[in-house]
């Protein structure tokens, strides 16, 4: 009798465990909310459907895999994300005063998830892939990408943050014949980004913003050599991506 109830303690809770539903996602609208997310549309080279705080447009904010130098092997797609199609944000910075900053934003209004935000917890999907021209941990460059969170009056609430600095990143092709047959050219790797965050109740916009800074000045002596990756560098996103949904 002993033994049989001691089975029974043993069953009754995983049973009550099995028969737990799994949460299930639940999408507001459109899973991907961002407009030209992987830089598809574009004229002149600039990116259609977003804004930037500088004018200064003489670097190609756009290119296409396998096009520009240092770059992928389109035909291999190797190290870049899956579904990439042709092109990729491109931002380059420098040591150059009037260069040092580059960014692209764009806003999206959050006004269908009034009901949602009084009445459930909603989270927000945020997704992206970023790669560097020159991955050197001493180099100074930075990326940032953003959510940022706004009410109605234009408020900043709260706001999903990452930095990518140059270290992160490889060379895939590093110490192989593929790169010395390169020369300087370098088979970038691509890494992806993903994050869920808790959207505040009063938000009504949330704004992507990726932005590129080169902080620091090289000081050199007339005898040192200096390479283009010591004083400028250049980071790629692709396929970004925002939704929003509940758990049920």
């Known amino acids: 009798m002993r033994k049989l109830i001691l089975i029974c303690a043993f069953h009754l809770p995983y049973i009550a465990i099995a028969q737990v539903k799994s ?64 092109n990729y944000f491109r931002l380059t910075v420098n040591q150059v005063e009037e260069t040092r900053k580059f960014n692209l934003f764009q806003s999206i209004s959050l006004s269908d998830l009034r009901n949602s935000l009084q009445n459930d917890t909603v ?13 050197d941990k001493s180099d100074c460059a930075y990326a940032e990408v953003k959510v940022i969170f706004k009410d109605m009056s234009n408020k900043s609430l709260d706001s999903i943050y990452v930095k990518r600095v140059p270290g992160e990143f490889r060379d895939l092709d ?36 990726m932005q590129c800074v080169f902080p620091c000045t090289k000081f050199k002596s007339e005898d040192d050599v200096e390479t283009e990756g010591e004083f400028s560098n250049t980071f790629f996103f692709d396929n970004f991506s925002l939704g929003f949904f509940t758990i049920e």
Do not use: C
Not at 27 to 54: C, Q, T, V, Y
Not at 123 to 135: C, K, R
Not at 184 to 189: C, G, R, T
């Open 23 to 86: 949460p299930t996602i639940k999408w507001i609208g459109k899973s991907n909310r961002i407009s030209n997310p992987g830089a598809e549309s574009n004229g002149d080279l600039l990116p259609l459907l977003w804004k930037s705080d500088f004018q200064n447009w003489e670097a190609h904010l756009i290119s296409g895999y396998g096009v520009t130098s240092h770059e992928w092997n389109h035909g291999q797609k190797k190290g870049i994300p899956a579904n990439s199609g042709n």
């Open 123 to 135: 989270f927000a999907d945020f997704q992206f892939w970023s790669g560097v021209n020159y991955p």
């Open 174 to 209: 590093a110490g192989t014949p593929e790169a010395e047959e390169r020369g300087f050219n370098v088979m970038h790797e691509m890494l992806l980004t993903k994050k869920t965050h808790q959207v505040p109740k009063e938000a009504h916009l949330a704004v992507v913003h």
